[in-house]
């Protein structure tokens, strides 16, 4: 008898707390159009991503700090480790001043997914800035 009481009991308070609303809510992540590099092909493809480009700095660091919100098989040509120190958009031309790890990078080819996407956001031209002297 106290066993089928204290199972009536539990399966009570079990019950009870199954009466609790839980709130979920989440934000819809804009997708947006951007270029990358076809791991298995080497060809630059456009493909959709779920991440926020506000800005040129978004842009840049896109191909650097958050390349791992590319798709699986698409790679950026740029190295992780590459500091922006300064951007600058003067009608509607980027200008990117960056440190010495640019050289690991590929930067003929980062250069031109950087113009492709930019081309998507509404850029017209990119230069990309070292030691004072303009790379590309």
């Not at 842009?59 to 500091?83: E, K």
Request: contains cysteine; hydrophobic residues 40%; proline residues 2%.
């Amino acid at each position: 008898m106290k066993r089928l009481l204290l199972c009536l009991v539990f399966i009570l308070l079990v019950c009870s707390s199954c009466k609790k609303n839980i709130e979920v809510s989440f934000e819809e992540m804009e997708e947006i159009s951007v270029y990358a590099i076809q791991s298995s092909s080497q060809k630059l493809e456009e493909v959709i991503i779920e991440y926020k480009l506000e800005n040129e700095e978004d842009l840049f660091v896109l191909y650097t700090r958050y390349q791992n919100t590319l798709p699986i098989g698409y790679v950026s040509p740029a190295n992780p480790n590459i500091t922006l120190l300064s951007s600058e958009v003067k009608n509607n031309i980027v200008y990117y001043t960056v440190d010495n790890y640019i050289l690991l990078s590929d930067i003929s080819t980062f250069h031109e997914v950087l113009i492709r996407t930019g081309k998507l956001l509404g850029y017209q031209e990119i230069h990309i800035i070292l030691n004072e002297n303009q790379l590309i």
